[in-house]
């Protein structure tokens, strides 16, 4: 019998990647619960529990555990945090670490969703094993939970994603409606980003929860590329005339949300080899997510 046959609890129910999973899950006739800290915005979820005040979770959360709890919940803003360490800590850090330590202890096998944040940003396709060293107070945030995790006893497998691309993007909508208005659209030339689909991420976690396999899996497009290199394609393959996007770098912007890292691709070849899993695409995952916003006749 798998882990997931046995019960999977998806904490962060109404978070985009816990959502989309736990309805897989439930589609699959898995038997799995979700978690929110307001259950009455979420008919997907069953139990709560608020990662500010973890002791205060459904009795039924640490009483009658599942045989695997995949954490989807935390605070991801990455200005938030870097505003707000402190609070963003106690519950990305220290509200993480109190339902996993409970969970572990009760023999609940974790994953745990993690970020290409933990690293510099100086490497591309950066290996599992490297030592995490991140610039952001998100990156730091999940890089202490993911060493407390490799502290506790029990099984537990981290999971680090790229940008997870789903439904509507917000940045490929505004790009379409300026363009539709005859806006210039301006684009970073120093951020860049390796973009993963969300079903690819919920049929790795789906996966995960099926197995036993533990340790790190990272998941990431293979290229990366900047956003004004995004836009200009893009642009090309719409047949917008390219005056229509500027490059900016994040300093003319005034922005400082992210440091300005140059590579943010991540060595996924466990995932391939444990899982059969095979990173996916850049161009094709824009490709597809522009499709459903009204870029039909996009090929990049």
């Not at 999973?21 to 709560?48: C, I, V, Y």
């Not at 029990?154 to 994603?161: D, E, S, T």
């Not at 210039?184 to 860049?192: G, K, S």
Request: net charge negative; proline share 5%.
């Amino acid at each position: 019998m798998s882990f997931a046959a046995q019960g999977v609890l998806v904490i962060g129910a109404d978070s985009t990647v816990g959502s989309a999973l736990l309805d897989r899950l439930k589609r699959a006739g898995t038997p799995a619960r979700g978690t929110s800290r307001r259950l009455q915005s979420n008919a997907n979820a069953a139990l709560r529990l608020d990662l500010a005040a973890p002791d205060q979770a459904d009795r039924k959360v640490y009483d009658d555990p599942p045989a695997v709890a995949v954490v989807c919940a935390a605070i991801a803003k990455v200005d938030f945090c870097r505003d707000q360490p402190e609070y963003t800590a106690g519950i990305n850090v220290e509200g993480t670490k109190y339902v996993c330590r409970r969970l572990a202890e009760s023999g609940c096998r974790i994953i745990f969703l993690s970020t290409n944040q933990v690293f510099d940003g100086l490497h591309p396709n950066m290996p599992p094993e490297a030592v995490p060293s991140p610039l952001s107070e998100y990156g730091r945030q999940k890089a202490e939970v993911e060493q407390f995790l490799t502290s506790i006893s029990g099984q537990h497998a981290i999971v680090r994603l790229s940008k997870v691309l789903a439904g509507r993007p917000a940045i490929f909508e505004r790009w379409l409606n300026d363009w539709r208005s005859s806006r210039v659209v301006e684009a970073f030339v120093d951020l860049f980003w390796a973009p993963v689909p969300l079903d690819f991420v919920v049929t790795a976690l789906s996966a995960l929860s099926e197995s036993s396999h533990t340790g790190i899996f990272q998941i990431s497009a293979k290229e990366e590329t900047s956003y004004a290199d995004t836009a200009y394609r893009v642009a090309e393959s719409l047949e917008i005339d390219r005056a229509l996007v500027r490059a900016v770098t994040m300093a003319e912007a005034g922005l400082t949300l992210y440091p300005a890292n140059r590579h943010c691709t991540l060595d996924a070849s466990h995932l391939e080899r444990e899982l059969g899993l095979s990173p996916p695409d850049l161009w094709r995952c824009i490709e597809d997510s522009l499709a459903g916003i009204g870029g039909d006749h996009l090929q990049l």
